[in-house]
């Protein structure tokens, strides 16, 4: 029940595509939904995050879409540039309480040019 | 200024040894964190530290053990290292648990 389920593990988009990645999970007690991006050598950063009280929030280029009754999030990229180029982590918690992140498996996005 | 930043950044070590990593961070939050990046990229929390005080223990082996001397900084120490332990070690912290987690750059362990 402590599990997010990511797909696709890679994903390959061309310059100016949306690159779209999915996540699933089970437990119902969790409160807010961040989606991380890491460069090969660097840590993961947070890129957007939403709590289930919205089913939408976009940043730029950035959408995160969340479906509470099917228990499933997704992150949009729009107009994917080479530079987006990394791999993706969704994650779940339950903030003030749940000390950790879960974290899906890992999408590796490239973007042609 | 970093935010969170971890010495060193890149660890080889014999099995057997033991060796530790530092972490300390300047954003003035009273969570701390280790995480375990595997050769896949998966990311597991190994433990928690609020305030000082251990929160999580995930189920980590007793060679691996952490301390937080004060609230800005939480080490890792790891006695007997194993060919098994080689991955990347993060750090992070947040300000409120379970929100957003900032981390480190990361502390690539190889284990020889």
């Known amino acids: 029940q402590q599990q997010v389920k990511q797909s696709p593990q890679s994903l390959i988009v061309q310059k100016g595509g949306i690159s779209i990645i999915n996540c699933a999970y089970e437990n119902t007690a969790f409160d807010y939904f961040p989606w991380y991006q890491q460069f090969p050598g660097k840590g993961p950063a947070l890129l957007i995050a939403i709590r289930p009280d919205v089913s939408e929030k976009k940043e730029g280029r950035f959408t995160i879409s969340f479906n509470k009754s099917a228990k499933q999030f997704s992150l949009h990229i729009m107009d994917s540039q080479p530079g987006d180029s990394a791999t993706y982590f969704c994650?779940?918690?339950?903030?003030?309480?749940?000390?950790?992140?879960?974290f899906g498996s890992g999408t590796r996005l490239l973007v042609r040019p | 200024d970093t935010a969170v930043s971890q010495t060193p950044k890149y660890l080889v070590t014999q099995m057997g040894n033991d060796k530790s990593i530092k972490c300390e961070q300047n954003l003035g939050h009273d969570t701390m964190y280790w995480y375990k990046q595997d050769s896949k990229k998966f990311l597991k929390i190994m433990f928690s530290y609020n305030n000082k005080e251990l929160i999580i223990n995930e189920t980590v082996p007793n060679r691996f053990s952490p301390k937080s001397p004060d609230k800005a900084h939480l080490n890792l120490h790891i006695n007997s290292l194993e060919l098994g332990d080689s991955a990347v070690y993060f750090c992070?912290?947040?300000?409120?648990?379970?929100?957003?987690?900032?981390f480190g750059p990361g502390t690539r362990l190889t284990v020889l």
């Open positions: 994650a779940a918690s339950i903030v003030d309480s749940s000390y950790k992140l879960i």
């Open positions: 992070a912290s947040s300000s409120i648990a379970g929100s957003e987690q900032f």
